[in-house]
């Protein structure tokens, strides 16, 4: 029982190219996120939908377009890949209207760029 | 804005010796405060969290910490570590409703030695 997955666990691209991410959890959260964790393993918020409505969106370059169809599943589709975003993308989820409720992570998505 | 602090970047322990990781925030309300444990090529798992009432908090594993807010300090510990307990050590605070701006500190790789 994953409660939240990722798809896919590794993904190795050219640049230039498009890709998504697929996140799904089964935990009955209304809030989801996207963070980026860099080679020093720095995890930055990136964004964050509430019932399909963005409520954080950082400093991110637009190449990246999150997508929440509804509130189990949140997409990162990202274009014109470039060197700079090799990474691993977490997702996490999480009850927003519950006080001191700790976020939940995915196993996240090792993005490698040549 | 909020800020986490951990200044130690890696520690080394013997198996069986006690353990304390440091972790200092900056957050202007009283925060809510989460310990996570990162193993290579996982996902963050929750340890404990911290956001009212006993400033001294149990959590998964053995591990506990203790919130002062005299010294804006949630520091981790363990009276006795096992090998299996080596990993990345990620304390963060969160603010916002719903803590849906969580912000992590740099990280500590825990490292033990038999």
């Known amino acids: 029982d994953t409660a939240v997955s990722q798809t896919p666990k590794y993904l190795v691209t050219q640049m230039g190219n498009d890709k998504s991410i697929k996140c799904e959890q089964n935990?009955?959260?209304?809030?989801m996120y996207w963070y980026k964790q860099d080679s020093k393993k720095f995890l930055k918020i990136m964004f964050s939908?509430?019932?399909?409505?963005?409520?954080i969106n950082e400093t991110v370059p637009n190449r990246f377009s999150p997508k929440s169809p509804d509130k189990a599943h949140l997409n990162l589709h990202i274009n014109s890949l470039e060197l700079g975003d090799s990474a691993v993308y977490f997702c996490?989820?999480?009850?927003?209207?519950?006080?001191?409720?700790?976020?939940?992570f995915g196993d996240g998505t090792r993005l490698s760029i040549l | 804005a909020q800020s986490v602090t951990q200044p130690d970047i890696h520690i080394t322990v013997s198996e069986g010796a006690s353990l304390e990781l440091r972790c200092n925030y900056s957050?202007?309300?009283?925060?809510?405060l989460f310990w996570y444990v990162q193993s290579p090529g996982q996902g963050l798992q929750l340890l404990l969290k911290?956001?009212?009432?006993?400033?001294l908090v149990q959590g998964i594993k053995g591990f506990e910490a203790e919130f002062k807010r005299s010294q804006s300090s949630f520091n981790l510990r363990k009276p006795s570590v096992h090998w299996s307990d080596a990993a990345e050590y990620l304390c963060?605070?969160?603010?916002?409703?719903?803590?849906?701006?969580?912000?992590f500190g740099t990280g500590t790789r825990l490292t033990i030695i038999p």
């Open positions: 957050y202007g309300a009283t925060p809510y």
């Open positions: 996490a989820s999480s009850h927003r209207d519950r006080a001191g409720q700790p976020q939940h």
């Open positions: 963060a605070v969160g603010a916002g409703i719903g803590n849906e701006k969580l912000t």
């Open positions: 939908y509430n019932n399909k409505e963005l409520i």
């Open positions: 911290y956001f009212s009432g006993d400033t």
């Open positions: 935990l009955g959260h209304d809030t």
